[in-house]
Structures are given as structure tokens and as C-alpha cells.
């Protein structure tokens, strides 16, 4: 099961790093995505790390992912948030390759709040 943490209330230009780790779980085997879902909107891909990073336009340059197969942990850098960047975020893992569309994840957290406001 994939808990993420880190979430909470950011002023727009702010910084937040979410983590994603595996309990009872060994993901370093494993492609890791990272989600974002806003009110009555579809969950939208963000970004995956097998070994390397791929990310949506919409958060290039701003967001950084990176894994610790030590600490069997990922993480996401989200750097200069704006409003727009409001939504739970998600992590989940798949055994196949990056991918952007849901389905083919197939172990999910429960998510995590992240609130751009001033």
C-alpha cells in the first residue's frame, strides 16, 4: 500500500516536496507516477520515474521527481506553485513503463492535499 505525505496550504511561488512511500511494499521494482486531481476535474498525470523522469507541460521546469531505492521512497520538488496547482495529489506504481492514463496503475495511495492559495 503507497501512503503519501507532505501535502498542505502553499501561497502561490511556493514551494511543498510530497513523499510517496511503500508500506509493507518493495516499489523499487516498480515505474512510480504522481497524480493530481481537482474538484469535478479528471485525475491528471503529472510526472513518472522508472530511472528517468517524464513530466506533463504543464508542471516542466517548476516540479522535480526523484527516488531513494534505499529508502524505498519517491518523492516530488514542486517549486513555484500557482493556484492552478491545487488538488490532491496521488502517487501509484506499475510494473510496465511510464505511462500517463490511470488505468494502468495498479496500486494507488489515498492521496494527499495540496492548496495554492494567498
Known amino acids: 500500500r503507497l501512503v503519501e505525505s507532505g501535502g498542505g496550504l502553499v501561497q502561490p511561488g511556493g514551494s511543498v516536496r510530497l513523499s510517496c512511500t511503500a508500506s509493507?511494499?518493495?516499489?523499487?521494482?516498480?515505474?512510480i507516477g504522481w497524480f493530481r486531481q481537482a474538484p469535478g476535474l479528471e485525475r491528471e498525470w503529472i510526472s513518472c520515474?522508472?530511472?528517468?523522469?517524464f513530466y506533463a507541460d504543464s508542471v516542466k521546469g517548476r516540479f522535480a521527481v526523484s527516488r531513494d531505492f534505499t529508502e524505498n521512497a519517491a518523492y516530488l520538488q514542486m517549486n513555484n506553485l500557482k493556484p492552478e496547482d491545487t488538488g490532491v495529489y496521488f502517487c501509484?506504481?506499475?510494473?510496465?513503463?511510464?505511462?500517463?492514463?490511470?488505468?494502468?496503475?495498479?496500486?494507488w495511495g489515498q492521496g494527499t492535499q495540496v492548496t495554492v492559495s494567498s
Open positions: 501509484a506504481t506499475t510494473p510496465v513503463d511510464c505511462r500517463q492514463s490511470p488505468s494502468m496503475y495498479d496500486d
Open positions: 520515474i522508472g530511472v528517468d523522469p
Open positions: 509493507g511494499g518493495n516499489m523499487n521494482y516498480k515505474i
